[in-house]
């Protein structure tokens, strides 16, 4: 089993709609998980972090985390075919050491 | 400010052949890591820097992998004896002290023929 698990998808919304990314992870002892976005070609950006059970909105960008379930998602609401990338979960040890789930595709068609 | 920069972009390789790529930090930025990503799968971690030491070498495919950062800025990986299965594309990413966000460099694709 790897340590942080992600549905591969490809997942495809309309534009408008909420897309919803979900991963799960292993290690009860993990704190902090980030969510990047990678396009194809590109290096991954970093668009989220979130370390306190709950949720975490940043503009069309919401985090949850639940520690109980072991259990983190990302949600994009108006979704644009601009978010059309590969998203990413990552847990990260206190150095920082990112430990990477192997990505859901998102495809937002007009 | 300038962000991270590797070189090459590309790197072609015939297998046996030992390669060296090439990470350039942000300035000022104490951490460093590699990470191997092979294609349709998620970055894996190789290797962390602080500063010169080399703190975490666990994710290291083999001992033909080997990385440096002798002056605390510019890192080298170096592969020696490149396998098929070397090819993928390897990701510089630097972080401020121990903040969490790490800025990622374009990344140098190596092909192994």
């Known amino acids: 089993q790897k340590e942080v698990e992600q549905n591969s998808g490809p997942l495809s919304v309309p534009e408008g709609a909420i897309a919803s990314l979900n991963c799960t992870y292993s290690d009860r002892g993990s704190q902090s998980f980030f969510w990047y976005r990678q396009y194809s070609g590109k290096s991954p950006e970093l668009i989220m972090f979130i370390y306190s059970n709950g949720d975490k909105e940043d503009g069309r960008f919401t985090a949850q985390l639940n520690k109980a379930s072991q259990y983190v998602s990302l949600l994009i609401r108006d979704s644009q075919p601009s978010d059309s990338a590969t998203y990413l979960c990552a847990s990260v040890t206190s150095y920082g050491k990112l430990t990477f789930g192997q990505g859901t595709i998102l495809t937002v068609h007009p | 400010g300038a962000g991270v920069s590797q070189s090459p972009r590309y790197k072609v390789a015939k297998r046996g052949q030992d390669v060296a790529l090439r990470c350039d930090p942000i300035s000022g930025h104490v951490s460093l890591f590699w990470y191997q990503q092979a294609l349709g799968q998620g970055p894996e971690f190789l290797t962390y820097?602080?500063?010169?030491?080399?703190?975490?070498k666990s994710g290291l495919p083999s001992d033909r992998f080997f990385a440096e950062r002798p002056e605390g800025s510019v890192s080298t990986l170096k592969i020696q004896r490149t396998q098929q299965e070397d090819s993928a594309v390897y990701l510089c990413?630097?972080?401020?002290?121990?903040?969490?966000?790490?800025?990622f460099g374009p990344g140098t694709r190596l092909t192994v023929t």
């Open positions: 990413a630097s972080s401020r002290d121990r903040s969490y966000e790490q800025y």
């Open positions: 820097f602080q500063n010169e030491a080399q703190l975490d």
